[in-house]
């Protein structure tokens, strides 16, 4: 059963005339242990389709399901109880709170949410340990570069045990050498420990490092291809990092 499922689902912003129609009928399914890429130009759906998965933004008509449970049917508590213990999320700014240390930033969202503050210091030592910060731990993020902060937001999103992890453009404030790091370690992620994760990008070069990528323009879906599809044939990859077919040719 796929881990993620759209069905027909459309988001539309404002009313009557002024209405902005961002997705139209689309239908995704992504399997677990996928590393899926969402790209394409601003204001094609991408990012909010993402939000949607996410349970922040309901869908205007169709149905989400994550697991099998359709979360456009909860309601405000369901979904933020369903953001907070099933969902990691990883952002462009890293949101890490100044003055804790890194694992006082993984372990943070745990406790606020119950977790006996023991358990969760050992798992945030785990989550670090799975990106390879253990040896930062102390530090607070100033300290520390934007490759190993963003680092640090990822072990975050990991502590909890996520059923799917969001990436909306997380290497969007690194330069390449972290870039690399991150999007690599993301991969490793998928590869080795079967975790699902979904990623925005405008980066061609990061998206290249997901199993699958998913073009959208318009609101709907443009392009879906394999990481060996957009690979290998230079015409298509240059549709999926966002050019028309007619600019690709």
């Known amino acids: 059963m796929p881990i993620i499922e759209t069905r027909n689902l459309t988001k539309q912003f404002g009313t009557g005339d002024l209405a902005v129609e961002v997705l139209k009928g689309v239908n995704l399914s992504i399997e677990p242990g996928e ?107 100033s300290k520390l570069s934007g490759g190993e902060q963003q680092r640090v937001a990822i072990a975050r999103a990991l502590a909890i045990e996520p059923m799917i992890l969001l990436a909306d453009e997380p290497t969007g404030n690194l330069d390449s050498r972290q870039s690399g790091r991150v999007t690599e370690l993301l991969r490793s992620l998928a590869r080795d420990s079967q975790q699902t994760i979904v990623m925005v990008t405008h980066d061609a070069q990061v998206a290249r490092a997901a199993f699958r990528l998913v073009k959208f323009r318009d609101g709907n879906i443009e392009a879906d291809l394999t990481r060996d599809e957009f690979s290998a044939n230079a015409s298509a990859f240059r549709v999926a990092a966002g050019e028309s077919p007619t600019d690709a040719a």
């Open 35 to 141: 590393f899926v890429a969402l790209m394409g130009p601003s204001g094609s759906g991408k990012s909010t389709l993402m939000s949607i998965i996410g349970g922040i933004e309901p869908p205007s008509s169709g149905q989400v399901l994550l697991d099998g449970v359709d979360i456009s049917t909860l309601d405000d508590d369901q979904r933020t109880l369903l953001r907070r213990r099933k969902i990691g999320f990883v952002f462009q700014a890293f949101n890490l709170i100044p003055t804790l240390s890194a694992l006082e930033n993984v372990a943070l969202p745990m406790e606020l949410d119950g977790v006996p503050r023991s358990a969760a210091r050992d798992r945030a030592m785990h989550a670090l340990e799975r990106v390879e910060m253990q040896h930062r731990r102390e530090h607070i993020p």
